[in-house]
């Protein structure tokens, strides 16, 4: 099938607009699961809605969990807007059947979280996860003492046998490919009987800020985890076995889906603002602020939020992004337009995510009369004249933000289709539209 082709509007002046982001993916789908474990109902307020979201409600609700969607107007201290009241199962039920799209999140948080189920749960999802590797979790699992079918795949589509309890206790694994393996076992393992300690044995872990968020999630649950930061053992999370507490919790902007809507200030020599920026998170997209300022803008904090401010001038940047795998896509976009090469590094595992980030990024950049190269572990970028084309994306929404950056200052760029957008940034189209036209956008 050919993908409807939707070509990336051109600024033709500075952009000044004011954006709201929607909530982050990260912690609205751990709230989700942290409160379908609590021991009485809790708010997900302000979450995001997107198919990856989406995805993660409906297999909870496949599970007995009740989610209701509902606009809360209250817009004092606990938020205002649409929340989600989640209702956990007396019983988690089984069998079930649950789809995990290309989420990540959901397929690696939910098997753990099925073990307790009371029969068989059935996963599959899009073509793409039978790709990418799951084999983290899958053997922990069975260390654990679950009992999965998988084919010998180490993947997707496989069973998870719940029987309503896991022994749970000490495990050993390597987080090399995803930090996932790792939040996914923390996340249910207040609930096994014994607790979970996981023992991390491999090269380092990539996007540890998100292994963070988790461990302050849970503790806002009332979950007791030893972990790294806190003077512990390194490489070893430990979470004490005991209930998790329905609460009320206020999902943050998602700052990593700043990215093209600051990339656009540096771009055009605007300014572009997001509201409600926090100024003390775990979220990784924070490091935006560091990076970009080294591309050649500058940020302050607002009443309204982050103000980022650009030059029109982009400098290449020397940067690892390990932690912030994400990002690489839309900093390998603006690096296309610098005035000076860029180093990308610390991103091997991006070649196991929606897409081969780093493949597809060069391909796509170089189709546009760039000159990017793949290293060992990233990208290479010597900025050069772009000219219009097609940017393939892979059904992967990074890839879609950072073409439409790329058009900014380009003309005739066409980027296929730009609805894999919705997977974390609903209405992206619309809302591009209207960063350009300012001064409000997102609102």
Avoid at 73 to 86: F, L
Wanted: hydrophobic share 40%; with cysteine.
């Amino acid at each position: 099938m050919t993908e409807t082709l939707w070509p990336a509007p051109v600024a033709t002046t500075p952009v000044d607009a004011t954006v709201t982001i929607p909530g982050s993916k990260s912690v609205t789908n751990r709230a989700l699961v942290l409160a379908a474990l609590a021991d009485g109902p809790g708010w997900v307020r302000r979450p995001l809605r997107s198919r990856d979201s989406q995805l993660m409600a409906d297999g909870l609700r496949a599970l007995g969990v009740t989610i209701e969607e509902q606009v809360n107007n209250d817009t004092g201290g606990t938020g205002g807007g649409e929340a989600w009241r989640v209702i956990p199962a007396p019983v988690l039920r089984g069998p079930a059947s649950v789809d995990v799209g290309n989420a990540g999140t959901v397929m690696r948080f939910l098997p753990p979280f099925a073990v307790l189920a009371d029969g068989p749960v059935h996963f599959d999802g899009d073509p793409r996860s039978h790709e990418r590797p799951q084999h983290g979790v899958i053997d922990a699992l069975r260390v654990l003492g679950a009992r999965i079918d998988d084919g010998g795949r180490g993947t997707f589509p496989l069973t998870v046998h719940g029987t309503g309890a896991l022994d749970g206790g000490t495990v050993e694994l390597d987080a090399s490919a995803s930090s996932q393996f790792v939040s996914a076992l923390l996340l249910s393992g207040a609930r096994y009987n014994n607790g979970v300690e996981v023992r991390h044995i491999g090269g380092p872990v990539p996007s540890l800020p998100h292994i963070r968020m988790t461990v302050d999630m849970l503790r806002l649950a009332g979950v007791q985890v030893d972990a790294p930061e806190d003077g512990g053992e390194k490489d070893v999370w430990r979470v004490t076995p005991g209930a998790l507490l329905g609460r009320d919790l206020v999902v943050e902007p998602d700052l990593s889906n700043a990215a093209p809507f600051f990339a656009a200030a540096l771009v055009t020599g605007g300014q572009v603002t997001v509201r409600d920026w926090p100024k003390h998170t775990t979220q990784p997209g924070d490091q935006l602020r560091d990076l970009y300022t080294r591309m050649g803008g500058d940020c302050a904090f607002t009443d309204e939020g982050l103000r980022f401010t650009g030059t029109g001038r982009i400098h290449g940047i020397e940067a690892d992004l390990h932690d912030v795998g994400e990002l690489t896509p839309v900093i390998a976009a603006v690096a296309a337009l610098a005035d000076s090469e860029s180093h990308l590094y610390g991103i091997a595992h991006l070649r196991l995510h929606e897409t081969d980030r780093l493949a597809a990024l060069a391909k796509e950049i170089n189709g546009l009369g760039g000159d990017v190269s793949e290293t060992e572990d990233g990208l290479r970028i010597r900025p050069r004249k772009l000219t219009g084309g097609v940017f393939h994306t892979y059904e992967d929404h990074r890839l879609a933000t950072a073409a439409a950056v790329i058009g900014l200052a380009v003309p005739g760029v066409q980027v296929e289709n730009v609805a894999t957008t919705a997977k974390t940034l609903p209405d992206f189209p619309a809302m591009w539209d209207e960063l350009l036209a300012g001064p409000v956008a997102g609102g």
